[in-house]
């Protein structure tokens, strides 16, 4: 049984305690996709609470901050900015908790995304504190309860989830979890065999590296883009040079979009950086969600036919947007 029937097809929340999964009533053939197909975005949705201090953290008293709660996580960060760039149909499918489903379905909705959310009836939502400090660079340390974002499994995959679209992204978060690692797999396969090209980004270098390098590598293989920060880029390389990594992670992955924050980013081919994409100046009020944002922008300008250089400075572009604003999504639709 799915929640908020008469939705369009792809909608909706489907709840595991009546027996359901994600993918049910999505059978329908997608006439209305725009030309070139739409991207399905597979990931976390996740409510931040975003605590902005100044100066540093009081131990064992009080340190004075600006809070504020607000819908994110990667995957849905990204599937929000790239809508927000101009993809035209955006599609998510993510797993909550039955305390925040509705809310997380309104707020994306509101975004220009087609949600597709799993309610999970045994686990909370996952929550991230941000806690964003006041200096120039509005650096960010997360403190992070994935909650039911990892509880998504093969049982939520279908097939007829990739009709009309024309991109796939994984968001990396779901490799850090058996049951999502093997939805990873099912999707990889099934989007293979489609013809659909995939990108993933890696999403932690924190839960990276407990995962192991090679063993991401190996989980990760058949993705055709791989977007990784540079601190990840280097720990999946044992590299210190940020282009020297991109190079070697693209002699395993056709294309690498390696995002490197205030100086832009690497785009890497065939073991050679083939472009470096300057970075938009920007002034920084919280940099959650810019690598989100950039990924999103990216994928929006490869579905509009853009090469990858282009499409990367689209990326900065949004990432430069997302750091002068409070969480990882970019201003609502309309």
């Not at 931040?48 to 849905?76: E, M, N, W, Y």
């Not at 999707?187 to 590296?209: C, H, M, Q, Y």
């Not at 999103?296 to 250089?309: K, M, Q, S, T, V």
Request: aromatic share 2%; glycine share 14%.
């Amino acid at each position: 049984m799915t929640a908020g029937d008469g939705a369009e097809p792809g909608g909706g929340t489907g709840s595991r305690d009546t027996g359901s999964v994600a993918g049910e009533g999505t059978g329908s053939r997608d006439t209305g996709s725009v030309a070139g197909g739409g991207l399905l975005v597979v990931g976390d949705v996740i409510t931040d609470v975003v605590a902005r201090h100044r100066g540093p953290l009081a131990a064992g008293t009080d340190t004075a901050a600006s809070i504020r709660t607000v819908a994110g996580g990667a995957g849905a960060n990204v599937a929000c900015w790239a809508a927000h760039r101009g993809a035209a149909d955006v599609r998510l499918l993510g797993c909550v908790g039955a305390d925040a489903a509705a809310w997380h379905e309104r707020e994306l909705v509101a975004q220009g995304v087609r949600p597709r959310l799993v309610v999970d009836p045994l686990t909370p939502t996952g929550t991230v504190i941000c806690m964003v400090d006041g200096g120039a660079s509005a650096e960010r340390t997360f403190l992070t309860d994935s909650g039911a974002a990892l509880r998504l499994g093969p049982a939520d995959w279908s097939d007829a989830l990739l009709d009309g679209v024309a991109r796939l992204h994984l968001s990396g978060y779901l490799l850090f979890a058996g049951p999502s690692r093997d939805l990873v797999a099912v999707a990889l396969k099934d989007a293979r065999a489609r013809g659909v090209p995939v990108s993933l980004d890696p999403a932690s270098a924190g839960f990276l590296a407990e995962l192991g390098a090679e063993r991401f590598l190996s989980l990760v293989e058949g993705v055709d883009v791989l977007l990784p920060s540079r601190d990840e880029a280097c720990l999946l390389t044992g590299l210190a040079d940020a282009a020297e990594a991109a190079a070697e992670l693209s002699r395993r992955v056709p294309l690498v979009v390696a995002k490197q924050g205030p100086e832009g980013a690497l785009v890497a081919r065939s073991g050679k950086v083939r472009a470096r994409v300057p970075a938009v100046p920007a002034t920084p009020r919280d940099t959650t969600g810019a690598g989100d944002a950039f990924t999103g922008a990216f994928l929006a300008a490869l579905l509009a036919g853009a090469e990858p250089r282009d499409a990367a400075a689209e990326g900065c572009r949004a990432g430069a947007r997302a750091v002068e604003r409070v969480g990882g999504r970019p201003p609502a639709a309309g």
